[in-house]
């Protein structure tokens, strides 16, 4: 059975904490954007995005990049990689680029997503804000904001759902059936 880590109340907490954090963090929102991993990140992107607006009256822009292609374990899996949409419609060049994920686990992912975004242009700097940060990290990978930090035994998985998707914003701590 499903144990419910996060609900609809924690994630808006943790939105607003995290938003507020980077505009701490980087002096205000000058040169700032955002781009989320396909496809938990691109949804905390954009609201991300949507309470900066709030705080700061500033629209940045918000991008969503897809790195199904640079994962380092693709010709491992049995099936073909899902494709996604990569948008990012701005020039991220000389730019802090905040890079959004749902979930950080071993931190392949996010070096997959760190290489996709250099062929976009170079950034002046990386960050990376996440909702959970469950550990176990493979890379020497850490981020800048993270929403939750929930230890997880290697056996466990965090799921991530979404109102986007139709459903409750919540995080589930899921065990594996060994």
């Given at each position: 059975?499903p144990?419910?880590?996060?609900?609809?109340?924690d994630f808006?907490?943790?939105?607003s904490r995290?938003a507020h954090?980077?505009?701490?963090?980087?002096?205000?929102?000058?040169?700032?954007?955002?781009?989320g991993?396909?496809r938990?990140?691109?949804?905390?992107?954009e609201?991300?995005?949507?309470?900066i607006?709030?705080?700061?009256?500033?629209?940045?822009?918000v991008?969503?990049?897809?790195i199904?292609?640079?994962?380092?374990d693709?010709?491992m899996?049995?099936?073909?990689p899902?494709v996604r949409r990569?948008?990012i419609p701005?020039n991220?060049?000389d730019?802090k680029?905040?890079?959004?994920?749902d979930?950080?686990?071993?931190g392949?992912?996010?070096?997959?997503?760190?290489?996709?975004?250099?062929d976009?242009g170079?950034?002046?700097q990386?960050?990376l804000a996440?909702?959970?940060?469950?550990?176990?990290?493979e890379?020497?990978?850490?981020?800048?904001?993270?929403?939750?930090?929930i230890p997880?035994?290697?056996?466990?998985?965090?799921?991530?759902?979404?109102?986007?998707?139709g459903?409750?914003?919540?995080?589930l701590?899921?065990?594996?059936?060994?």
């Amino acid at each position: 059975m499903p144990k419910e880590l996060l609900n609809t109340k924690d994630f808006e907490r943790i939105i607003s904490r995290i938003a507020h954090e980077i505009i701490e963090k980087n002096k205000g929102t000058d040169d700032l954007c955002l781009v989320g991993i396909q496809r938990g990140g691109v949804h905390i992107a954009e609201r991300i995005a949507a309470k900066i607006k709030s705080i700061e009256d500033i629209s940045l822009s918000v991008g969503s990049l897809d790195i199904s292609l640079y994962r380092d374990d693709i010709g491992m899996k049995k099936s073909q990689p899902t494709v996604r949409r990569t948008d990012i419609p701005f020039n991220i060049t000389d730019q802090k680029v905040i890079l959004v994920d749902d979930v950080l686990f071993t931190g392949r992912s996010i070096r997959a997503a760190m290489d996709a975004l250099m062929d976009f242009g170079r950034p002046a700097q990386i960050q990376l804000a996440v909702l959970v940060d469950r550990g176990h990290r493979e890379l020497p990978i850490r981020a800048d904001y993270a929403g939750k930090n929930i230890p997880t035994a290697l056996d466990e998985n965090i799921e991530v759902q979404f109102k986007e998707d139709g459903l409750e914003d919540k995080v589930l701590l899921i065990e594996n059936a060994g």
